[in-house]
């Protein structure tokens, strides 16, 4: 089994190291177009969303993920990651003209929780893992401020959505790759999983 990271910008050394401790498969760093079609599962990290989005459709490799997610793979997106995920996108995004993957029916707010310096940490409830409140921290944090009927919210703060499923896709709001808490790796690995034995 082979997990792709996609590594043209922001948290990817810290997503690597954190899947490494929760998968024993292949980790690859996915900088060009040409390796997400050999992959059983991406994750798009956090960074800055208007150049992570630029490079992912300039480089070929947004157009590869849109196909293999039509084809159930799983994916996992945090914090700029979710921004990409999402169909629709808040004034920020028009703006700055992002071109969304638009693969989750949701629509993000990308400056949800105030900019760089209001970065925090938060204990959060999260329906999908068991064992307490995940200790999740938030750096220049979007949110889902509305979804259709088949995004599932497993999570909320200040009544806005900071994790959702839809089908095999998990897009969070915050990084859970900076904890030492493999929780949130584990529960996408079983999707990973359980989209394998299909």
């Not at 401790?21 to 059983?40: A, L, N, Q």
């Not at 921290?137 to 959505?161: H, N, Y």
């Not at 900071?162 to 584990?186: C, K, S, W």
Request: proline fraction near 4%; glycine fraction near 10%.
């Amino acid at each position: 089994m082979k997990i792709g990271v996609i590594a043209l910008q922001g948290n990817v050394e810290e997503h690597v190291e954190a899947l490494s401790r929760v998968f024993s498969g292949e980790i690859v760093k996915i900088k060009h177009k040409g390796t997400v079609p050999s992959c059983d599962a991406v994750i798009i990290p956090g960074g800055e969303s208007t150049t992570l989005c630029r490079l992912a459709w300039s480089e070929g490799i947004a157009q590869e993920i849109i196909e293999r997610a039509r084809q159930g793979m799983p994916i996992m997106g945090t914090c700029a990651g979710l921004i990409l995920l999402a169909s629709r996108g808040d004034d920020d995004v028009k703006k700055t003209r992002q071109k969304l993957l638009g693969l989750m029916d949701t629509t993000v707010d990308r400056n949800a929780f105030g900019r760089q310096r209001e970065s925090f940490e938060a204990p959060l409830d999260v329906s999908c893992i068991s064992g307490g409140p995940f200790n999740a921290v938030f750096i220049r944090a979007p949110a889902i401020v509305s979804a259709g009927k088949s995004v599932e919210a497993l999570a909320t703060l200040d009544g806005r959505i900071v994790a959702a499923r839809q089908g095999n896709m998990l897009a969070l709001a915050f990084h859970p790759e900076l904890t030492d808490d493999a929780r949130i790796h584990e529960y996408f690995m079983d999707i990973v999983k359980s989209h394998a034995k299909k």
